[in-house]
């Protein structure tokens, strides 16, 4: 199985790339914009065009295998995870920073064998970093090998905490409370607009944690791996075992800072992928 996954990987990397160039032409015009479940939750005509882009790639190299993509699911498309080999696909991850031409955008793709992640890409055509793993052979940066902050003392860290796109009342306020608590214990809280790449940043070490609830399993797929790959731990912010469908995660360089941060979090229930 390895040999095969790292032909998956290396065609994967080869598309990844491809779409980013679309993502890189489309970052500098007028895009097109619609919404999905509120004013705050943008699609544009690229995100569809970059899904349709890699599912094709890909389906044309690997036919048998299935595919998660978030505008498919968005327009009614099936999500489930089954134990076959499955490409979980988001196009555009930051759409709001690319509709608003902030360059932390990418294209992230994670892949699913047994329903455990054992490919990862997060390519961010506009920062010019593309973080990869597989499993059980470290995660890189544009080919340096990256490795998680050794602090454990969240008081010392920086946390990524996203406001993300519910504009629920009740969700919205435990998010504030939140957010509180996080900048009452650190040195600093950042929302970067992307969950994949906010994973990435902690696989790289610049951030000792990020959490958020609300995203979704193409959001956190291939930046599971890189996180685990590069050293650190993915969790539900509970602290229990992550649930890649669960729709809430927190990711962190240690254990140590993982307990410290879920101990302060209230945790929100949200309807599964
Ligand atoms: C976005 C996430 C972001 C989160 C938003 C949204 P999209 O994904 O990556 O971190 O706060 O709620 O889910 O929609 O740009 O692919």
Redesign the pocket.
Known sequence: MGDEIQEYFKHALMVAKEAGERVKTDFYRNKNISVKENFA??VTETDTAVEELIVAKLKQRFPDHKFIG?EAVSAGGHCELTDSPTWII?P???????VHSVPHTCISIGLAVNKEIVAGIVHGPILGETFTAVKGHGAFCNDVKLSVSTIQDLKQGLVII?????RVPGVLDTKIANLKKVVENCHGIR?Y????L?MCFVAKGSHEAYV?H???V??IAAGKLIVEEAGGIVCDPSGDAVDLMSRRVLAACNKEIACQLSSIITNITLERD
């Open positions: 939750d943008l978030e988001d555009i991850d930051g759409t709001t920073n690319f996203e406001g993300g796109t519910s929302a607009g992307s969950a994949a906010d958020e609300g995203i979704h193409w959001d």
